[in-house]
């Protein structure tokens, strides 16, 4: 069965560093979303992605925070300088429509480290 | 400010009994879903709410929607101990780009 794909699983990082997260979404996908979890707390919408371009984002996803679609499976979430706040659980998502009954297929997720 | 609350926030529970957890949110949407999480893992998509009165069940958990009432539940019947997990409901803000913004959580504990 298809699935959503995320590397790395686990990364650690300075804070102050720049990070990629990647995601690979279902293949016949067309809307690709990221969220976190900070541990213990509820999951937050973070972005949304279609046509290769941000379809609508939350407070949360300020200018150090950026998405790319590099070529035609790569799902990427760049954040430019890390805090310490950033420390949570990636989750890509994505699903083939969306105004149908699709739901949102997660990833297995990034768990976040800064130090 | 948008809220999406699930009640209880935790819940233990013996195997074989029933229970219903409660979503409840503060904007007008007809579309809900339910995902579970067990620890450390990613979010396992378990029902899609569409419209006004909808039910829908598999296995031993059966969730409903009342938008008039900007509520949903899950219930859980007869509980067995693999539905040990956190529930998440998430409401799509209907904003054209199907965002979810998820409850609380309910972390369930089925003892054996």
């Known amino acids: 069965e298809p699935e959503v794909t995320q590397t790395p699983s686990h990364q650690v990082t300075q804070m102050g560093q720049e990070v990629i997260l990647r995601c690979v979404p279902i293949?016949?996908?067309?809307?690709f979303y990221w969220y976190r979890q900070i541990l213990g707390q509820k999951v937050e919408f973070l972005v949304s992605f279609y046509n290769n371009e941000i379809s609508e984002k939350s407070e949360i996803f300020d200018d150090q925070f950026s998405v790319e679609r590099p070529d035609g499976s790569n799902f990427t979430l760049k954040i430019r300088s890390t805090k310490l706040e950033d420390s949570a659980m990636y989750f890509c998502?994505?699903?083939?429509?969306?105004?149908?009954?699709?739901?949102?297929?997660f990833g297995p997720g990034t768990r976040l480290t800064v130090l | 400010e948008l809220k999406v609350e699930q009640n209880p926030l935790f819940l233990s529970m013996q195997e074989g009994k029933n229970y219903t957890i409660y979503c409840n949110y503060s904007?007008?949407?007809?579309?809900l879903y339910w995902y579970r999480q067990d620890p450390g893992k990613s979010l396992e998509s378990l029902f899609v709410l569409l419209s006004n009165g909808a039910v829908k069940q598999e296995g031993r958990l059966m969730a409903s929607l009342d938008t008039k009432a900007r509520l949903s539940t899950l219930h859980i019947t007869a509980a067995v101990h693999d539905l040990s997990a956190t529930y998440f409901c998430?409401?799509?803000?209907?904003?054209?780009?199907?965002?979810?913004?998820f409850g609380t959580g309910t972390r369930l504990t089925v003892i054996p």
């Open positions: 998502a994505s699903s083939e429509m969306r105004d149908s009954t699709d739901t949102q297929y």
């Open positions: 998430a409401v799509d803000l209907l904003t054209g780009a199907n965002n979810l913004f």
């Open positions: 293949s016949n996908h067309l809307y």
């Open positions: 904007t007008t949407s007809d579309r």
